[in-house]
């Protein structure tokens, strides 16, 4: 072939080894192809010999011609390659200019005089859809290269593969690029094509068969709203804000549609970001956002956002089509037929590439969408998205936290506090005058600080448990943090105004070492299955002071053993009583019965036990 097909006299020989030269970097791109094997120019004299063809283009011929499909009608055998070049230089190349190449059609349409009727129709059906569509494309030697790409089977039928098997005039490849992208889309759309991985390639009968099977499968309105709300929930970009920590308190907020379906859920149903659907959207955008503003302009615990539906035909597009490709992976994935099986696999594959496509567009939807909220609009891209969703967040949770504290305390205090021994050591553990519960001797002052009061209030009159206490105190209007409420619990049960239900036991001493585990870092388990009630009941500074002045004037450490001092709480200083009576009591009872004559020696003494019990009952609120 090189010696008489493609020989050139020395004039012409020298023209090309200099058009090379100046055009090298266009040949070079022109020629590489993403394939099994070497394809690109890799010098002039290359160049100048295989002119008007490309090297690589021999190698797939070869190719071409032994495959099944370019055998002849009558089967006898494939057209020899020096027959093949012969006609493409006569005829295709006959006419054209100077420094054009031999393109994939050219070489399909003379290696296959005979394609088969079933190819030769689909050839046909392409060329009319590129024209009816005003296309400067020609549908038909469109799929001869693509034909020539898939049976040579060495070059990936990629879109710029195709482009550059293409053209003629390599000069032209990204004027002709786009052309030919909206070409092989429409063809796809059209089940002439197949695209897999970004590889193109002919439906075969079978597989055009089951496009057209799958195209009759209905998917209906509710369904892809459905499949959108799915979609939503995989999108990274609402995980991103469904959380924000404001003061060490994280507020999570309850991400849904408009029509409440859960996107991301929150037990904190007052903070909501509602993402609208793109099927809700339905009337010019910016006038459908100026009558969401009207109707919102009120509402103080809830952020809208508004996608952007610019893409929404091309979304709902795809939503149908994921459905449908599902549709025949559950009907045929088990099938009898190898051959079908295949084609599913093909077409799972198929299904994934969409949903990444799908999902990237519903993802610049609501990326690039408008965040409303009071009235006010805030426009939204990808590189302001976290910060602009959450400045608003913060507007949100401002407006409807209306008792919040200015700041949060660490749960790590409450365990502090309920084994510290020294009393005049508590008020070192806080700071600000919203923490001021003990005074410099450790006596409890906190009554009217505004944390006492709100989560006191919810304890007054029940046992309310540590699980519901933090899910009510930590949403509007307060949004406690777990530490703020644990460890002023743990204030409370120093201070004595605390009694504790845990493990089937009443506890109101921060004394008794097993309340401990419920305070401090790492109790938020035990914490929230206790149960806690405030204790309302409290002693007058002078009845409490008249009350340890007496039990040190009948001894009370000398007969228990036990220190008292005037900063007990008034639980203990009652409580005190009831153990100096249990030891009176118990005095007796030893005298009684080691002393064979003691009711005679001391008869009146059995009479004052009478009046020791009265105190002994266990101490209670």
């Not at 590489?32 to 797939?60: C, G, M, R, V």
């Not at 919102?296 to 956002?305: E, G, H």
């Not at 806690?532 to 004037?553: E, G, H, M, Y």
Request: proline content about 2%; overall charge neutral; glycine content about 4%.
């Amino acid at each position: 072939i090189r010696n008489r097909l493609l020989l050139k006299n020395e004039d012409a020989f020298k023209d090309l080894v200099s058009y090379y030269k100046k055009h090298d970097g266009l040949i070079s791109d022109a020629t590489n192809l993403k394939s099994n094997f070497p394809t690109k120019t890799k010098d002039a004299e290359q160049f100048a010999t295989y002119y008007p063809f490309h090297k690589y283009q021999f190698d797939l011929l070869q190719r071409f011609l032994f495959s099944s499909n370019a055998l002849v009608a009558s089967q006898i055998a494939a057209r020899g390659m020096i027959i093949t070049t012969f006609d493409v230089l006569r005829k295709a190349l006959k006419n054209r200019e100077v420094y054009n190449f031999t393109t994939a059609h050219d070489l399909c349409t003379e290696a296959q005089t005979a394609p088969p009727a079933d190819l030769v129709s689909k050839y046909d059906t392409a060329k009319k859809i590129l024209a009816n569509n005003s296309l400067d494309a020609d549908g038909e030697k469109l799929l001869k290269t693509l034909h020539f790409i898939n049976q040579s089977e060495q070059v990936s039928p990629t879109i710029e593969n195709i482009t550059k098997t293409y053209i003629d005039d390599i000069s032209t490849y990204y004027d002709v690029k786009p052309v030919l992208e909206k070409a092989l889309k429409l063809l796809v759309e059209s089940k002439l094509l197949l695209v897999l991985n970004n590889n193109y390639k002919i439906t075969s009968n079978l597989e055009g068969k089951l496009l057209e099977e799958m195209k009759d499968f209905d998917v209906e309105l509710f369904i892809k709203k459905r499949e959108l709300v799915g979609f939503l929930k995989k999108l990274s970009i609402f995980r991103q804000v469904a959380a924000i920590n404001e003061d060490s308190v994280s507020y999570n907020f309850n991400v849904l549609t408009d029509l409440d379906d859960e996107i991301i859920p929150s037990t904190n149903k007052k903070l909501k970001l509602t993402a609208y659907s793109l099927f809700n959207i339905n009337e010019e955008r910016q006038d459908f956002i100026e009558g969401l503003k009207m109707d919102t302009q009120y509402n103080k615990d809830v952020i809208t956002l508004v996608p952007d539906n610019t893409n929404f035909n091309e979304i709902d597009r795809l939503l149908e089509e994921v459905k449908r490709y599902g549709y025949m992976e559950d009907k045929y994935n088990n099938d009898d037929d190898p051959n079908k099986r295949q084609i599913i696999r093909e077409f799972s594959t198929i299904k994934d590439e969409k949903e990444k496509d799908l999902t990237t567009l519903i993802e610049n939807a609501y990326s690039n969408g408008s965040l409303i909220y009071l009235f006010d609009e805030n426009l939204l891209n990808k590189d302001n998205f976290k910060g602009a969703v959450n400045e608003v967040q913060r507007k949100l949770i401002n407006n409807i936290y209306t008792k919040r504290l200015s700041s949060q305390l660490s749960e790590a205090i409450g365990g502090k506090l309920v084994t510290e021994s020294n009393d005049e050591k508590l008020h070192r553990f806080f700071s600000g005058d919203e923490f001021k519960f003990f005074d410099v001797k450790g006596n409890f002052t906190g009554d009217h600080l505004k944390i006492v009061e709100e989560i006191s209030s919810k304890m007054n009159t029940r046992y309310i448990d540590g699980r519901s206490l933090e899910d009510e105190m930590s949403i509007a209007p307060w949004g406690y943090s777990f530490g703020s409420i644990s460890t002023t619990l743990a204030v409370l049960f120093r201070a004595g105004r605390l009694a504790i239900k845990f493990n089937d036991t009443d506890y109101f001493s921060y004394r008794d070492k097993a309340t401990h585990i419920l305070f401090g870092t790492g109790s938020s388990m035990k914490f929230k299955s206790a149960r806690f009630k405030s204790i309302t009941k409290t002693l007058s500074a002078s009845q409490k002071n008249q009350l340890i002045q007496t039990l040190l004037d009948v001894e009370f450490e000398k007969n228990t053993g036990k220190k008292i001092g005037f900063n007990l709480s008034d639980f203990e200083a009652a409580d005190a009583i009831t153990q100096l009576a249990e030891h009176f009591i118990s005095s007796y009872n030893t005298l009684k019965n080691t002393q064979s004559d003691f009711n005679k020696l001391f008869g009146n003494v059995g009479k004052q036990k009478d009046v020791l019990l009265k105190y002994s009952a266990k101490t209670t609120e």
